[in-house]
């Protein structure tokens, strides 16, 4: 009774939406992340992966408004690179990130200032993670650093270690280590700062022997799959193929047959033969859409895992957000901020 009640909701909206895409033409682009519902999806003009959407933003240069159907960072992202006369909105804007939250401005300028006193002044350059404030990107812009994503992170790092001897890398600790294992970084040469601890939890030895810092944050989503899932699946499907996010622990990313970022994901069930079986360790909106988009190919969950954030934008939210253009939770960048955090994802954008 209550979805027949919904279905016809659900349709009447996707109609007024669409109706205001085609009054809009061209002055309207709507952008949304792989996470994003399925009815979200495909109402979009682009979805991608976090780079290719801040890829996207900095591209489209004629459009007036920017929908961002993903969380805040992103949307600020694309505030950050849209050209002056473009106007970002998100469809509800308390669509945070939790791993954004866990680096503040302060504790990493603590950090900064520590580790300075430590390895001494111009060792160490910050790459900072695409899910962060505006303020940590222009942190890390002003402390010639840069931005990146999942897509790109290997990149961003070996660029960074091309300039300096060290890393503070923030703040997924879990990419940074990922992406330092498949650069011959050894365990010893990672070590976790602790926010608001001295010296990040370490002792001087090992601050001065590291090579990559690692933020102590994660993302609820990705920390959530164990190597009992992985087992588990393993001898449910032993012909299966596990891929997974790199957001995840170490000891997941080892025991998969594959890992990247939500559009490597995408590419990876796009291209396995038909029959193949895919076990996916990402967020469950992904899993069930490429599941229903893929019937040729069993696609499985590796654990049911919702990102609370990402489903916050609804079709409610859209219509609204596509009503009440150029006032309802447009997102801003102040100047000063805005000019160093673009340095930094200028940088990752030319990589
Ligand atoms: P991608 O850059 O792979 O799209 O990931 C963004 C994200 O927030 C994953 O949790
Ligand atoms: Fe943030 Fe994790 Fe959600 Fe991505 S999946 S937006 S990192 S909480």
Redesign the pocket.
């Known amino acids: 009774m209550t979805n027949e009640r919904a279905l016809p909701g659900n349709s009447v909206l996707t109609e007024r939406i669409q109706a205001r895409k085609r009054e809009l033409g061209k002055e309207l682009i709507i952008l949304t992340?792989?996470?994003q519902r399925r009815e979200i999806v495909q109402l979009g003009d682009f979805s991608?992966?976090?780079?290719?959407?801040s890829r996207k933003a900095a591209a489209d240069r004629d459009c007036r408004y920017i929908v961002f159907c993903?969380?805040h960072?992103?949307a600020e992202s694309a505030a950050i690179l849209a050209q002056p006369h473009q106007i970002v909105q998100i469809p509800n804007v308390s669509a945070g990130?939790s791993?954004a939250e866990m680096a503040e401005t302060q504790t990493v300028n603590e950090a900064w200032s520590q580790l300075q006193a430590e390895t001494g002044e111009g060792s160490i350059t910050p790459v900072v993670y695409?899910?962060s404030d505006a303020e940590l990107k222009a942190f890390s812009g002003r402390n010639e650093g840069i931005v990146c994503?999942?897509?790109n992170a290997a990149k961003a790092v070996k660029w960074a270690f091309g300039k300096k001897e060290k890393i503070l890398f923030f703040p997924d600790q879990h990419l940074g280590r990922n992406v330092g294992f498949d650069l011959g970084l050894s365990p010893e040469q990672m070590i976790v700062w602790s926010p608001g601890k001295p010296l990040g939890g370490n002792t001087p030895e090992s601050v001065r022997a590291a090579r990559m810092i690692l933020w102590d944050g994660h993302?609820l989503?990705?920390t959530r799959f164990t190597t009992d899932h992985i087992a588990k699946m393993r001898s449910e499907f032993p012909g299966a193929k596990i891929v997974v996010?790199?957001?995840c622990p170490r000891e997941i990313v080892s025991k998969a047959d594959a890992c990247?970022?939500?559009?490597?994901?995408v590419k990876y069930v796009q291209e396995a033969p038909a029959g193949s079986t895919i076990v996916i360790g990402?967020?469950i909106n992904l899993v069930h859409r490429l599941a229903q988009e893929h019937p040729d190919k069993k696609i499985i969950d590796l654990y049911n895992s919702l990102?609370p954030n990402?489903f916050k934008i609804n079709l409610s939210n859209l219509l609204q957000t596509l009503s009440r253009l150029g006032e309802m939770n447009v997102v801003s960048v102040p100047e000063e901020i805005k000019a160093d955090a673009k340095l930094a994802l200028d940088r990752m954008l030319a990589l």
């Open positions: 992340h792989h996470y991608g992966d976090s780079f290719e959407l993903g969380v960072f992103m990130c791993m695409m899910n994503t999942s897509s993302c989503v990705h996010h790199p957001e990247g970022s939500t559009s490597y994901i990402t967020e990102c990402m």
